[in-house]
């Protein structure tokens, strides 16, 4: 078999797999497999109001997995998308309310605000890690917590001991009124279009750039780098500061388009988490993090339509999906196994 | 070897292909075979053409609590109106976070149910637009209020009936020192927080109350370790507001009992009565529950509703007076004269004689 072939056959045969066990649990547990996946179906596909809301869904992941993609092309494990990523919801929808000025300075000022905000957070470990040998996986943990129970403090300030900011003024918002008029009032905003955005500028830095170049060499190879005279220690807080810029975006998609608000949090949102899978899904590259974004997006809002449309409870829909996921994950194993098929083949 | 592999992996795809081309069709398939469960419950007994349905906040429909209560009271009517579970009768979604709400409400309103419930506060936002998307929809909310014409409001005053839980905990103390645990710090919860406070007082203002929030609802370790800490520095009653994350209050109490037939150690449950949470063997560690009648709410809604008398824009409060609120039965854990003083209280409160605050001073 042809490379091409291998490529194209182990994403289908490994979600096709994951479908047929997610339908035999469904089978197990008493449950309608055709209906609970067609129920899926509709949950994405169904009517333009599913697909605005699944694109508005696949959205913030496109960024989280950009985030952490991002870091880990620089060897760094970032899993302090989560934090950097309340700290730009903050940021973003305190400028959108605080604030007063025309769209065109108070958008881009309010995305950015995101952006500087998920930037710093990140710094932190960054620095750390560069300049003490921190390891950032621990630093990015606990600057979650800290982003978690800050925000709320702040919220809590800027609220006057409320919960709520309330809404944030219409010039800082992504809301689109063309968007909401053909998707039947779905949440779907323009913030897709930065998102995308964001993909191509992570290929252009990493792929057509020095900068991309060197950061991507330290991921390969510190020692050999820092040999061949890169700066190590500054190219690991540069892809730090880029993810964490990645981050806050993905938190100012929520604060400006989603919710239009930020609230109190009992615990994460779990999108930054998600989105280490999103990355590693994608193989870490632009064009991966959209099919692992779509995939993980899609999947997560689809079912929800699974117990409102098939009567299937949520935890069994819980597992279904995770099993989805988690053959695609393994598509490596199906790979494996096909490429031995093929040089038997070949041994004949 | 190979060609039987390959034959399998073959057959694998024509099934799932079967599958998928199942799901591509199944749009219609879906809508008619929905459409005969409902008529076909309409076409059982005498069930009226009502339907209603909730959404659930993150805690989920089994927290044993507020979320819990409601869709009792949804269940309990359906039963009693020959309702069925699905389209046209009664039904819960659940949500698993924030963003999911809104969807989850949309889905029930655009499946034609005749009143949309949203529980806890944290519907409030969500509730607010789907009114202004969805004016025909007819929607209630629990703990908040929401002004719009085709939203009905219920209210609790926590409060009251936390000031007679404030009342028992400081007439059953022996250590003098109570605990309160609260779930996140919103006005709600503030709410039992003040009218706890203030009951203890009544009666003894000597008595420390060690006051925790946690944060959270759903996080029973968390609880469980505030629990400890409180009984470990004297506290023998610990009262809860803090939906799951208060199972694990429960589970504190219950290993120490377990450990030592004879710890004095009390958990006062809240919204359900929680008796079967502070079962241990053949005691038990519920003191009693501070009721909250979500249920009743949900149900007096309905009915409302049901006569076409749906109370949009009006905001319901319940209080001790309306038997909104209460203590639930202590069976036994409360002596018959420590009861009637909370009884006497229970009337002063219901009669406006006392004003129980809100917010704590």
Redesign the interface.
């Known amino acids: 078999m042809s490379n091409r072939v291998v490529n194209i056959l182990v994403p289908?045969?490994s979600v096709?797999?994951g479908?047929?066990v997610g339908?035999i649990v469904m089978l197990v547990s008493g449950y309608d497999?055709?209906?609970g996946?067609?129920?899926?179906?509709?949950g994405i596909f169904?009517d333009t109001?599913a697909i605005g809301?699944t694109i508005r869904?696949i959205t913030p992941y496109l960024l989280a997995g950009l985030s952490v993609a991002f870091a880990f092309r620089t060897g760094l494990f970032n899993i302090g998308v989560e934090g950097q990523l309340l700290v730009g919801w903050f940021a973003a929808a305190y400028v959108g309310i605080a604030f007063d000025l025309p769209m065109y300075i108070h958008l881009p000022f309010a995305i950015i605000a995101a952006a500087l905000a998920g930037a710093a957070w990140a710094f932190i470990p960054g620095l750390l890690k560069a300049k003490l040998q921190v390891h950032e996986v621990i630093v990015t943990i606990m600057m979650n917590y800290i982003a978690l129970?800050t925000t709320?403090a702040l919220i809590k300030i800027v609220s006057d001991g409320g919960?709520?900011t309330g809404t944030i003024n219409a010039s800082a918002s992504l809301k689109s009124a063309f968007f909401e008029s053909i998707t039947d009032?779905s949440?779907l905003h323009y913030g897709i279009f930065i998102a995308l955005a964001m993909v191509l500028l992570m290929w252009f830095i990493l792929d057509k750039t020095t900068t991309g170049y060197e950061l991507k060499a330290v991921g390969f190879n510190k020692h050999a780098s820092e040999y061949a005279g890169m700066n190590v220690n500054k190219n690991i807080i540069l892809s730090m500061v880029i993810s964490g810029a990645f981050a806050g975006l993905a938190g100012a998609m929520?604060a400006l388009g989603?919710?239009q608000?930020a609230?109190?949090?009992?615990?994460f949102?779990?999108i930054g988490f998600d989105g280490i899978a999103v990355a590693l899904l994608g193989a870490n590259t632009p064009l991966g993090v959209i099919f692992g974004a779509v995939l993980f997006g899609s999947l997560k809002?689809g079912a929800?339509?699974m117990?409102?449309?098939a009567?299937i409870p949520?935890e069994i829909v819980?597992i279904v999906i995770a099993i989805i996921i988690f053959f695609v994950a393994c598509g490596y194993v199906i790979r494996y196994f096909l490429e031995k098929?093929t040089k038997?083949?070949e041994a004949? | 070897?190979?060609k039987r592999?390959?034959g399998l992996?073959l057959s694998?795809?024509l099934?799932?292909g079967t599958?998928?081309g199942?799901?591509?069709t199944?749009?219609d398939?879906?809508s008619t075979?929905?459409d005969s469960k409902g008529s076909g419950s309409e076409g059982t007994t005498e069930a009226v053409d009502f339907s209603l349905a909730m959404v659930t906040d993150?805690g989920?429909v089994d927290d044993k609590s507020f979320n819990q209560s409601a869709w009792e009271g949804i269940e309990a009517f359906g039963k009693e109106n020959g309702l069925t579970?699905?389209d046209g009768g009664y039904d819960y979604?659940?949500s698993?976070?924030?963003?999911?709400y809104?969807?989850?409400l949309?889905?029930?309103v655009r499946?034609d149910f005749d009143i949309v419930y949203g529980i806890g506060f944290l519907m409030?936002?969500p509730i607010k637009t789907i009114a202004e998307?969805q004016p025909d929809a007819q929607l209630a909310i629990i703990d908040s209020i929401v002004d719009a014409p085709n939203v009905a409001s219920v209210m609790f005053k926590e409060q009251e009936g936390s000031f007679l839980a404030g009342v028992a905990a400081a007439l059953m103390s022996e250590s003098k020192k109570i605990g309160f645990v609260g779930?996140?710090e919103?006005?709600v919860i503030e709410r039992f927080e003040a009218g706890f406070l203030e009951g203890v007082k009544a009666v003894d203002p000597s008595i420390k109350v060690d006051v925790q929030y946690t944060?959270?609802?759903?996080?029973a370790a968390l609880g469980k370790t505030t629990a400890n800490r409180m009984y470990s520095s004297g506290v023998d009653i610990i009262f809860h507001a803090a939906g799951g994350t208060g199972n694990g209050v429960f589970a504190e109490a219950k290993e120490r009992k377990t450990k030592d037939a004879n710890a004095n150690v009390w958990v006062i449950g809240v919204d359900s009565d929680q008796y079967a949470e502070g079962a241990v063997g053949d005691t038990n560690v519920t003191l009693t529950s501070m009721l909250k009648k979500v249920g009743t709410a949900v149900q007096n809604i309905a009915k409302e509703t049901m006569d076409g008398k749906f109370p949009g824009g009006t905001t319901v409060t319940y209080g001790l007076a309306e038997e909104g609120v209460g203590l639930a039965d202590s069976r036994g854990a409360i002596p018959q004269e420590i009861l009637d003083q909370i009884d006497e209280y229970s009337k002063k409160i219901a009669s406006g004689e006392i004003t129980v605050p809100e917010t704590v001073e």
């Open positions: 289908v045969i096709i797999l479908l047929l339908a497999p055709i209906a996946y067609s129920a899926l179906w509709n169904g109001y809301e869904q129970h709320n919960d709520n009032y949440r929520e989603t919710f608000y609230n109190v949090k009992g615990g949102t779990g809002y929800l339509n117990p409102n449309e009567g949520v819980s098929a038997k083949k004949k | 070897m190979t592999k390959f992996g694998l795809v099934a799932a599958i998928l199942a799901c591509g199944k749009d398939d879906a075979s929905t993150v989920g579970k699905g979604l659940q698993t976070s924030d963003a999911d809104i969807t989850n949309n889905n029930l499946r409030e936002e998307q779930g996140m919103i006005p944060g959270k609802f759903d996080d």
